[in-house]
């Protein structure tokens, strides 16, 4: 069976048990430094997930990623969440969750209503997009490029760093997106969004 966690705990179906760690797990359940079980009816619209499963590309991903998640979603209510996978879907939580190892809700307490919409309908405006392998290119680039700037010293290592940002973090177009990063721009729609006088 499936775990299910958030920021405060685990949560599951039934039958979930306290168990030791595995090597590169997150110690989320309350004897581990976590929290509390919870059930869907305590995630909110806007609360991000991120699981992992453990097949290859998800171990790949962690890997190249050097993390001990590899997927991230964003909870829109009703029961869905939205996510890149093969591109920008809205799909029912448990079906998002069904192949996952365990997965883990974070939630910003702080985020009004009005914010946690406004993520909602950022999230749902890219529904039907692209993934983006450009963007994953990019990020494989720049990390196998780290030890090769770091053997270079003075201005060549300076040049080659300023290379990899450069290439890293490149203004790319909105009609695609891998999950972080959809997660990324969605949660950041309520703070750019122009202050009410």
């Given at each position: 069976?499936?775990?299910?966690?958030?920021?405060?705990?685990?949560?599951?179906?039934?039958?979930?048990?306290?168990?030791?760690?595995?090597?590169?797990?997150?110690?989320?359940?309350?004897?581990?430094?976590?929290?509390?079980?919870?059930?869907?009816?305590?995630?909110?619209?806007?609360?991000?997930?991120?699981?992992?499963?453990?097949?290859?590309?998800?171990?790949?991903?962690?890997?190249?990623?050097?993390?001990?998640?590899?997927?991230?979603?964003?909870?829109?209510?009703?029961?869905?969440?939205?996510?890149?996978?093969?591109?920008?879907?809205?799909?029912?939580?448990?079906?998002?969750?069904?192949?996952?190892?365990?997965?883990v809700a974070f939630t910003d307490p702080d985020l009004t209503d009005e914010q946690r919409l406004?993520?909602?309908?950022?999230?749902?405006?890219?529904?039907?997009?692209?993934?983006?392998?450009?963007?994953?290119?990019?990020?494989?680039?720049?990390?196998?490029?780290?030890?090769?700037?770091?053997?270079?010293?003075?201005?060549?290592?300076?040049?080659?760093?300023?290379?990899?940002?450069?290439?890293?973090?490149?203004?790319?177009?909105?009609?695609?997106?891998?999950?972080?990063?959809?997660?990324?721009?969605?949660?950041?729609?309520?703070?750019?969004?122009?202050?009410?006088?």
């Amino acid at each position: 069976m499936t775990e299910y966690y958030n920021n405060r705990g685990q949560y599951g179906q039934s039958g979930l048990t306290s168990r030791p760690l595995q090597d590169g797990e997150i110690p989320l359940e309350p004897s581990g430094g976590g929290g509390m079980s919870i059930g869907e009816s305590a995630l909110s619209v806007g609360d991000i997930i991120v699981s992992t499963t453990s097949s290859p590309v998800s171990r790949l991903i962690r890997l190249a990623t050097n993390s001990k998640v590899s997927h991230a979603a964003l909870y829109v209510g009703d029961g869905m969440v939205v996510e890149a996978v093969d591109g920008v879907e809205l799909r029912p939580l448990a079906d998002a969750l069904a192949d996952d190892e365990y997965a883990v809700a974070f939630t910003d307490p702080d985020l009004t209503d009005e914010q946690r919409l406004m993520i909602r309908d950022f999230a749902g405006n890219q529904i039907g997009r692209s993934y983006d392998f450009v963007a994953i290119a990019r990020h494989g680039l720049y990390r196998v490029s780290g030890p090769v700037c770091d053997s270079m010293s003075g201005l060549d290592r300076a040049a080659c760093n300023l290379l990899r940002r450069r290439v890293m973090f490149a203004d790319d177009d909105a009609d695609r997106w891998y999950c972080s990063e959809l997660v990324f721009a969605a949660e950041r729609t309520p703070s750019d969004a122009p202050a009410c006088s």
